[in-house]
């Protein structure tokens, strides 16, 4: 365009020229002829010097345009040679200096066979005057590299005088993306071994990505599910997605929802997707079938139901029939101990002596299973009232001296004198628990002593607080079943069950009537040493034993 624009403006400025040399031209006539060649030569070379300039200066632009391209550029000619190139491509051939590769052409730098293909593009490209593009593998050292290949035929004159090349190298993008493949496989692949339901929605509820069990679930394919929203019309599943968006936390819930397949209960885990900044991308959501479990659940609900009701029968039963079998035993003693008082003669008082102790024996028993049916019924109760907790402990610690028989044991009791000499509880509870501790230290001890210990660890105007201790030298008790000794009918292993006498009630009964009273029962032992067994007892005191706790405080 602008060359034919200089050329209009040579010829009018050479007729101009023309005009100005007949006017002021004396000689027209007969020079005329020679006036009009010399300006015909004179715009025919103009044309020619001033065609060439800008054609060095359009190749100069093109030049400058290539180097500020940021892919790899050049410029063939008709015969394929290099004409022009920018800094990028000349430092992937490894060349310094532009004027190397003037001239050159593919053969020089790329193997033959990869040279020919190239050429023939170029030769589709001369004839059809259209560009192309492609994707090309080319090793350069040894080093294979990927380009994304742009051709672009350059025209002038609407003739194709050679094609511009733009290649970019897309080795590493190519590298990340197939990384990037990679691991959305190995995430396919990870979520579809699952064998749960997986799936993730963006904020607006949409699905971006999810695994089988999720088309199973669906009974669809994954590629009809992406960008489209679920629609739960329920309000308790779609308001925890508000709750996850809103404070950025994991949330759960069961809950019984209708499926393609019927109803069935599910457990849905949402947790949000967190970029960088904190704000939340979408939502994962994570659902379980728990169907079968929730129908084990109501099986093994209603069986433990079922069991309890059995189990409070049970225990009826036995408080039924332990007090029946108690109210003649309690005469059978009666009477016993009248004929014992009528007999003189030593064999037969003996005789009615081992009786007794069997007849009470076995009250004892019965006594254990009734406050055991009790306890398991929840029809153990306090029933308090004021006692002397010195006098009590005295009495229990007498009726077990009784007990020792034969036995070389020292019983020892140390009580604390500033204990209130009347407290109120429930003494008949109290003094079943130190009777069951002690009745198994005399049971589990052959010889030694058995200590007794009371003190006062809290008092104030309204109740005490009584630290209690017994001690033995005893059998002890072997760790590994220390946990379980106060389980319903344990002892310390089989063969003491043979030995020595007893359900193993005892101890059971202990915890449970000291858990009424607001305390714990606690025990220390060592195999062959002795056993500890402490516990504390908060005791309240009466308006008049605060009064009279008051006035000795006062007096001294």
């Known amino acids: 365009m602008f060359t034919r624009r200089f050329l209009r403006f040579s010829f009018y400025f050479s007729v101009f020229g023309l005009i100005l040399f007949i006017v002021f031209s004396p000689d027209f006539p007969m020079d005329m002829f020679e006036g009009l060649l010399i300006f015909a030569v004179i715009f025919f070379v103009g044309s020619f010097v001033e065609s060439k300039r800008q054609l060095k200066n359009q ?19 008709k015969k394929h040679r290099f004409m022009a190139s920018n800094d990028i491509f000349l430092d992937m051939l490894k060349i310094r200096n532009k004027k190397k590769i003037k001239g050159r052409t593919y053969y020089d730098f790329l193997e033959r066979d990869v040279a020919d293909e190239l050429i023939e593009i170029n030769n589709k490209i001369f004839q059809k005057k259209y560009g192309v593009s492609y994707i090309k593998r080319i090793n350069f050292d040894e080093c ?45 692949s990870l979520l579809n071994n699952i064998d749960s339901i997986v799936y993730l929605k963006d904020r607006e509820g949409r699905v971006v990505i999810g695994n089988r069990k999720f088309e199973e679930f669906m009974h669809l394919k994954l590629e009809d599910i992406i960008g489209k929203s679920l629609c739960i019309a329920d309000n308790d599943i779609t308001s925890m997605d508000k709750e996850v968006i809103e404070e950025r936390k994991t949330v759960s ?16 885990r949402k947790s949000p997707v967190v970029d960088e900044y904190g704000n939340v991308l979408g939502i994962t959501v994570l659902v ?74 076995l009250l004892k028993l019965i ?11 929840g029809g153990m109760e306090l029933s308090c009232s004021s006692f002397g907790l010195r006098e009590l402990v005295i009495e229990v610690l007498e009726e077990i001296k009784t007990r020792k028989n034969s036995k070389e044991l020292d019983i020892e009791l140390d009580f604390d004198e500033n204990i209130s000499p009347v407290l109120y509880g429930d003494a008949l509870k109290l003094s079943r628990v130190f009777n069951n501790i002690l009745d198994n230290a005399i049971k589990f001890t052959e010889y030694g002593r058995i200590n007794f210990f009371c003190k006062m660890i809290e ?52 915890k449970h009537l000291l858990k009424i009273m607001g305390s ?18 908060i005791l309240r005191k009466t308006a008049i034993i605060r009064e009279i706790h008051q006035t000795c405080l006062n007096i001294k």
């Open 520 to 537: 714990e029962i606690h025990i220390e032992s060592t195999k062959g040493v002795g056993t500890k067994v402490f516990f504390d007892v």
């Open 288 to 361: 379980h079938d728990i169907s079968e479990r929730k129908t084990i659940e109501k099986y093994l609900l209603q069986t433990q139901e079922e069991a309890i009701q059995a189990n409070k029968l049970k225990s009826e039963l036995i408080a039924n029939i332990s007090h029946e079998i108690r109210t003649p035993i309690g005469g059978i003693i009666g009477f016993l101990e009248l004929l014992n008082l009528s007999i003189k003669d030593e064999k037969p008082k003996r005789l009615l002596s081992n009786a007794m102790k069997s007849s009470k024996h």
């Open 59 to 77: 190749h100069k632009f093109i030049i400058e345009i290539f180097d500020y391209i940021p892919d790899a550029m050049f410029l063939l000619d």
């Open 367 to 377: 006594d254990s299973l009734l406050d055991f049916s009790k306890i398991e019924t």
């Open 144 to 188: 294979e590299k990927i380009f994304d290949v742009r051709k672009i035929p350059f025209v002038v004159n609407d003739e194709t005088e050679g094609i511009i090349t733009i290649a970019r190298d897309i080795t590493q993008e190519k590298l990340l993306e197939q990384q990037l493949n990679e691991r959305q496989f190995q995430m396919h």
């Open 253 to 268: 819930q069961e809950k019984e929802v209708l499926t393609l397949d019927g109803k069935k209960w599910m457990e849905f």
């Open 459 to 510: 008092d104030t105007d309204y109740y005490s607080k009584i630290y209690f201790e017994i001690t033995d030298t005893g059998i002890g008790v072997d760790e590994k079943i220390k946990d379980t000794i106060f389980d319903s009918f344990v002892q310390a292993d089989s063969s003491i069950t043979k030995k020595y006498e007893g359900v193993g009630l005892g101890l059971t009964i202990c």
